[in-house]
């Protein structure tokens, strides 16, 4: 994991969607760092950032970028917890 990174964020969302964001790639980081609470709350932060993320090829984007800026694949961890 990098120590110090960014997340990616579209600047056309407002707070509270960015909010949704990096609450979803802080649930990420918590799976890889083994800290995640729970499975529901994981997938809570999934669900809510499908909300504000609803095309699979922006979402895509994200994945990558995020994995390129900390080492963690969101698509591994849902993978892993939700099974898609």
């Known amino acids: 994991?990098?120590?110090n990174?960014?997340?990616p964020l579209?600047?056309?969302w407002s707070t509270s969607?960015?909010?949704i964001v990096i609450k979803y790639f802080n649930a990420v980081e918590d799976y890889y760092e083994k800290t995640a609470s729970s499975d529901e709350e994981f997938a809570?932060?999934?669900r809510a950032f499908k909300e504000v993320v609803p095309s699979i090829?922006?979402?895509k984007w994200l994945d990558r970028?995020?994995?390129k800026a900390s080492g963690?694949?969101?698509y591994q961890a849902r993978k892993t917890i939700l099974g898609k």
């Open 57 to 59: 090829a922006e979402e």
């Open 44 to 46: 809570s932060a999934y």
């Open 65 to 67: 970028e995020f994995e």
């Open 10 to 12: 579209d600047e056309s």
């Open 1 to 3: 994991m990098a120590d």
């Open 72 to 74: 963690y694949s969101c």
């Open 5 to 7: 990174y960014s997340y």
């Open 17 to 19: 969607e960015m909010t």
